[in-house]
């Protein structure tokens, strides 16, 4: 299987990226959820924490690759063809979860900042992004937090279209982006 793109399949790079960014999200949210099992000031909460943020950035960072990516590559075809509507239903829901992926860690970024809490990013300490302000810092939170809820139902609907595409629609959408065997 090529690294790039073809006008049929999702390059080996493309693949191993969209599956890397479903564990790493599925990761973001396991510890953010995670933390609750602790109670607050605990070294482990403060550890889960410190790992939702960590794995939060390397979202930021890895979603900025694929979209430069996605920019240099050319985009599969759907076999067969999409509706206009479903090709349009299909670029908005894209477009949200890219907003989301890019919006979540900076939102998240902004709110220890605003706390004046150390950003933390395997081994690095990333500089402050506003100066410290606590009522914006639980304004942004609560936003972060409630715009997270939503990213659950964002991310299932995802893989739904996906099973759909695939089990009822019989397109590939699915398959271009499973590794080819």
């Known amino acids: 299987m090529s690294?790039?793109?073809?006008?049929?399949?999702?390059?080996s790079v493309s693949i191993k990226m969209?599956?890397?960014?479903?564990?790493?999200?599925a990761l973001v949210f396991a510890t953010i959820e995670g933390r609750q099992l602790f109670e607050k000031g605990t070294e482990l909460r403060e550890l889960f924490k410190m790992w939702h943020f960590m794995l939060g950035l390397l979202v930021l960072v890895l979603v900025t690759i694929r979209i430069y990516l996605k920019c240099i590559q050319i985009n599969p075809k759907i076999t067969p063809e999409l509706s206009a509507m479903q090709a349009l239903g299909a670029k908005a829901a894209h477009l949200a979860l890219y907003g989301f992926m890019i919006a979540m860690p900076i939102a998240g970024w902004f709110i220890l900042s605003a706390a004046g809490k150390p950003i933390p990013f395997f081994g690095l300490e990333l500089p402050?992004?506003?100066g410290v302000d606590k009522e914006l810092a639980k304004?942004?939170?609560e936003i972060h937090e409630t715009a997270g809820e939503l990213g659950y139902y964002l991310i299932g609907f995802h893989a739904m279209a996906a099973l759909v595409h695939h089990y009822i629609q019989k397109d590939d959408t699915l398959t271009r982006m499973l590794p080819k065997k």
């Not at 690294?3 to 390059?11: A, D, I, P, S, V």
């Not at 969209?18 to 999200?25: A, D, E, P, S």
């Open 3 to 11: 690294w790039k793109n073809t006008e049929n399949h999702y390059g």
């Open 18 to 25: 969209h599956w890397l960014m479903v564990i790493l999200m």
């Open 128 to 130: 402050a992004l506003i």
């Open 139 to 141: 304004t942004i939170k």
